[in-house]
């Protein structure tokens, strides 16, 4: 179990990558819970910027993870989806004003699902196995609102996603952290390999 905590998500030195957008985030979503005239084209628009920078983020860590690392190649599998689906999006903004919502109501239901299967994986041998069954729980009720969000009611649309950018933001904080690694257990891991 203790080689599965040392490559389970991959560690790598570039986690400050996804730091750098956790903070961009935070202050995205309060810009949108305080401004509710933002334009909804704007807001589809940014979200649209911001699935493709996430998937060059996904791009840059797949290519500079450890290929013996296990899920690797989710991160490269990501990276080109999320690519793709954001600029086939921005084609069409009026289409993708309409869809948004649900677009993202099933990816936060898929990282919710996803958190909560890590959080019972990870119950054993990880420390914070907590913070993914807490950050499960959050994004399926995210999921939920996005679901049952009206079009018609944009300010509800407008707080949801200044709310889902804020723990975007935070999850995103929290998951570079963890994706750093730990120079002592890496140091370890090296001479394990050298006496093998």
Same mark, same amino acid.
């Given at each position: 179990?203790?080689?599965?905590?040392?490559?389970?998500?991959?560690?790598?030195?570039?986690?400050?990558?996804?730091?750098?957008?956790?903070?961009?985030?935070?202050?995205?979503?309060?810009?949108?819970?305080?401004?509710?005239?933002?334009?909804?084209?704007?807001?589809?628009?940014?979200?649209?910027?911001?699935?493709?920078?996430?998937?060059?983020?996904?791009?840059?860590?797949?290519?500079?993870?450890?290929?013996?690392?296990?899920?690797?190649?989710?991160?490269?599998?990501?990276?080109?989806?999320?690519?793709?689906?954001?600029?086939?999006?921005?084609?069409?903004?009026? %289409? *993708? /004003? =309409? @869809?948004?919502?649900? $677009?993202?109501?099933?990816?936060?239901?898929?990282?919710?699902?996803? #958190? !909560?299967?890590?959080?019972?994986?990870?119950?054993?041998?990880?420390?914070?196995?907590?913070?993914?069954?807490?950050?499960?729980?959050?994004?399926?009720?995210?999921?939920?609102?996005?679901?049952?969000?009206? %079009? *018609? /009611? =944009? @300010?509800?649309?407008? $707080?949801?996603?200044?709310?889902?950018?804020?723990?975007?933001?935070? #999850? !995103?904080?929290?998951?570079?952290?963890?994706?750093?690694?730990?120079?002592?257990?890496?140091?370890?891991?090296?001479?394990?390999?050298?006496?093998?």
């Amino acid at each position: 179990m203790e080689n599965l905590e040392k490559i389970f998500w991959g560690k790598t030195r570039y986690w400050w990558i996804l730091l750098i957008p956790g903070i961009m985030l935070i202050p995205c979503g309060c810009w949108f819970l305080f401004s509710p005239s933002v334009g909804y084209f704007t807001i589809t628009t940014t979200l649209l910027w911001m699935l493709i920078l996430t998937g060059i983020i996904q791009f840059i860590i797949a290519f500079n993870t450890p290929r013996h690392a296990h899920g690797w190649g989710w991160w490269l599998a990501g990276g080109i989806i999320d690519v793709f689906v954001g600029f086939m999006m921005l084609g069409n903004i009026g %289409f *993708s /004003a =309409m @869809i948004l919502p649900y $677009f993202f109501a099933f990816i936060f239901l898929y990282k919710g699902v996803s #958190n !909560l299967v890590s959080a019972f994986i990870s119950m054993s041998y990880h420390n914070t196995w907590w913070l993914y069954l807490i950050n499960g729980l959050l994004l399926l009720v995210l999921a939920t609102l996005f679901f049952l969000s009206p %079009f *018609s /009611a =944009m @300010i509800a649309i407008d $707080f949801l996603i200044g709310c889902a950018f804020i723990y975007w933001g935070i #999850n !995103l904080i929290f998951f570079a952290l963890d994706l750093r690694p730990d120079k002592k257990k890496e140091y370890e891991y090296t001479l394990e390999e050298a006496h093998q």
